[in-house]
């Protein structure tokens, strides 16, 4: 069963940042898209960045210039980097992790950005 652990969450001001990680492990299969995802109560799920095995990488327009995915492959890690944060930032931002067979998400953590 593949698990996946999101870590890094918290309370910032505006105009401050966080780094959030995700690890996954447990998969019989290489891992292959990884991304942070949010979601705000009453809304769906949305994609915030993703990045493939090879290092592509895709971000929503909200947060392009202020947000960087990265992974470390070898760790089946996922890092985002979240800078110049802004109160609309403030979400449960869960981790997505996929293989050929499966698609795996995370508990959620809690990024909020308030004064």
């Known amino acids: 069963q593949v698990q996946v652990v999101e870590s890094g969450g918290g309370l910032v001001q505006p105009g401050g940042s966080l780094r959030l990680s995700c690890g996954a492990s447990g998969s019989m299969y290489r891992i292959n898209d990884m991304g942070w995802y949010r979601q705000t109560p009453g809304k769906e799920r949305e994609l915030v960045a993703a990045?493939?095995?090879?290092?592509?990488?895709n971000y929503a327009d909200s947060v392009k210039g202020r947000f960087t995915i990265s992974r470390e492959n070898a760790k089946n890690t996922v890092y985002l980097q979240m800078n110049n944060l802004k109160p609309e930032d403030t979400a449960v931002y869960y981790c997505?992790?996929?293989?050929?067979?499966?698609?795996?998400w995370g508990q959620g953590t809690q990024v909020a950005v308030s004064s």
């Open positions: 990045i493939t095995r090879g290092g592509s990488t």
């Open positions: 997505n992790a996929k293989t050929f067979y499966g698609n795996y």
